[in-house]
């Protein structure tokens, strides 16, 4: 069993993001289960969203406390907390990098790894809503869990109904994430 | 077809299927995805039912209650302070004998307001008359909502079914399961056709008055009715078992691992999927732990419970809500059950877990497992905060 947990405001897509993710591990033919908590319950506020990934159904509803995966989609959460609160020995954090937030260094074989996601979504779109997508690719990357062709299709199904060029700009988000993280040196 | 599905989604879908001429609801948390969904649904075309959108849960309700009475197939869900503005309707869907089917996703009542999940709201409406079934997955949400409807219009109940789903855990989460198609509901359930109904035609009156000499024996009836229940949910959900191929238990309760547990978990909702984890841990340990999960909470399966309990040396019944002053719910009626095995019952504990939303972990359901050998307990809240309970001097 795996477990992904993002860090997010309620607002930022972690729920979309997570229920991509796992609609790439149920195409693939594994079990995700993807569940939101929100803790203020407002716009902005922090919250998470989690996804758990088994070979069978997963029957734990519990909230995810030792994930292997960590996405973080706005660094400024990690002002005030520490998102590495029971992350895995041997885990790895995908981090959307904020410029002037300094981002706490992983310990022992954790892997941290900061990708200029609103920079990319920027380049392909002039806005930042493609943060997300950018994080997913780099995520399949990052985590050798997932293909980018599986990453891709999950953002093709995903989006379908939003036409091409909303899919198009997606699959360019997803490939440039993926790429990021490959072309970082290890 | 199998599908990476929210709950919400999953349980708009199913009621689709099962095709309602009247849906009437109104938005609260957690419960909102699924009649976005149906209204979506309505405006698309399709589903050929009328969405009446009211100001407030008690018109839902109510107009739930007028498309039941004129013979159409409804549908309403809601939550926590939605059922409780809807309380005095949901008593006389019942009383009326609508065959309406409504889904609650649970959650705390207020004050301090709460939009997290437990299974507080359900118990106010407990004493109504309700069918008042639960589900673990989304998968059982699906197929508990299709039998809800079998079950609600058969001549033999008459009676309204509620179909609980834990809020946010099952409602927000997204999983894997089998939708039915068009066509295998169809077959499961054909179309409601009763004569009893509001029609001008043939003009009647429904929930009339009755005085002392006729009160009594109509609230006699729905108990017997429930009683009868216990045959017909069994009967029901086995149909269901044959034309779905699948589904577990009996449709009132389902053990897990309770054949040779000197351990069981007593419990309803989602938590006893987390409940399984940790019997499968102790099991691991060479301890022989069980689960028994309670599907229909009423009519309540005092004999299935009983004989599931009978050979348990000790026994966790874990409450995702109280009767403040009293008991667990679950608890209260679990020792009822065990009372008839006399000198054989085993030793009962009861907790009290996951009140507002606070997490079940795997953890706090060892806790209560650990606690099962040390002193009895009735009504143990399990995670409290202790620096919180400081008195305001």
């Known amino acids: ?186 | 077809m199998k599908q990476f599905i929210e709950g919400s989604h999953a349980v708009a879908e199913i009621i689709k299927l099962c095709r309602p001429g009247v849906v009437s609801a109104y938005p609260i948390t957690p419960q909102t995805h699924i009649v976005e969904d149906l209204a979506l649904m309505v405006a698309n075309k399709e589903l050929n039912a009328q969405f009446v959108n009211v100001e407030s849960e008690h018109s839902a309700a109510s107009v739930v209650l007028g498309g039941e009475s004129t013979g159409v197939r409804s549908y309403t869900a809601t939550s926590s302070q939605g059922l409780l503005l809807m309380a005095e309707v949901v008593f006389n869907i019942a009383g009326l004998r609508l065959p309406l089917v409504m889904t609650t996703a649970n959650r705390a009542i207020s004050a301090p307001i709460n939009i997290w999940n437990d299974q507080q709201d359900v118990m106010t409406v407990r004493d109504s008359g309700w069918v008042l079934l639960f589900a673990e997955t989304n998968q059982e949400a699906v197929d508990l909502h299709v039998q809800a409807y079998k079950l609600a219009e058969d001549k033999r109940v008459m009676l309204p079914v509620m179909v609980n789903m834990d809020g946010f855990i099952l409602t927000h989460g997204m999983e894997v399961l089998d939708m039915p198609s068009q066509k295998e509901v169809d077959k499961f359930l054909p179309p409601y056709k009763t004569t009893y109904k509001l029609d001008v035609e043939n003009p009647l009156t429904m929930g009339y008055l009755a005085d002392p000499d006729y009160y009594l024996e109509i609230r006699y009836m729905v108990q017997d009715t429930h009683k009868q229940l216990l045959d017909i949910i069994p009967q029901v959900a086995d149909d269901f078992k044959k034309a779905f191929k699948r589904g577990e238990g009996n449709g009132l309760v389902e053990g897990y691992k309770i054949e040779d547990a000197d351990q069981v978990f007593v419990a309803m909702g989602s938590v006893c999927g987390s409940i399984r984890d940790v019997v499968d841990d102790l099991r691991a340990k060479g301890k022989k732990a069980g689960l028994l999960k309670v599907i229909s909470y009423r009519p309540f399966p005092k004999a299935c419970v009983a004989s599931a309990l009978a050979r348990a040396k000790e026994v966790a019944v874990i409450d995702k809500s109280i009767s403040l002053g009293a008991f667990g719910p679950l608890y209260t009626d679990v020792m009822v059950a065990v009372s008839s095995l006399g000198s054989e019952m085993p030793k009962m504990s009861g907790f009290v877990l996951g009140l507002g939303g606070r997490d079940i972990t795997k953890r706090s359901i060892m806790d209560t497992y650990e606690r099962l050998f040390g002193k009895q307990v009735d009504c143990e809240f399990i995670g409290l905060k202790q620096e919180l309970l400081v008195e305001d001097k």
């Open chain 1, 1 to 186: 069993m795996k477990e992904i947990r993002i860090h997010a405001r309620a607002g930022q897509g972690a729920i979309t993001t997570a229920s991509i993710l796992g609609y790439a591990y149920f195409s693939k033919g594994q079990y995700p289960y993807a569940f939101p908590h929100f803790g203020a319950a407002r716009m902005g506020a922090p919250m998470n969203a989690f996804v758990r990934i088994d070979d069978k159904p997963v029957r734990l509803r519990s909230q995810v406390y030792n994930p292997d995966y960590l996405i973080v989609v706005d660094a400024t959460l990690m002002r005030g907390f520490d998102c590495y609160v029971g992350f895995k020995d041997d885990g790895i954090a995908i981090v959307n990098e904020r410029e002037g937030i300094e981002i706490p260094q992983p310990r022992g074989k954790q892997k941290l790894f900061m990708v200029p996601a609103g920079k990319i979504s920027t380049e392909i779109m002039g806005k930042t809503l493609l943060v997300n997508t950018v994080l997913l690719g780099a995520y399949a990357a990052a985590t050798g869990e997932l293909k980018l062709e599986d990453m891709i299709k999950a953002i093709s199904d995903r989006f379908g109904d939003k036409g091409k060029a909303i899919v198009d700009m997606n699959v360019e988000a997803i490939k440039k994430g993926y790429q990021f993280i490959k072309d970082t040196p290890r």
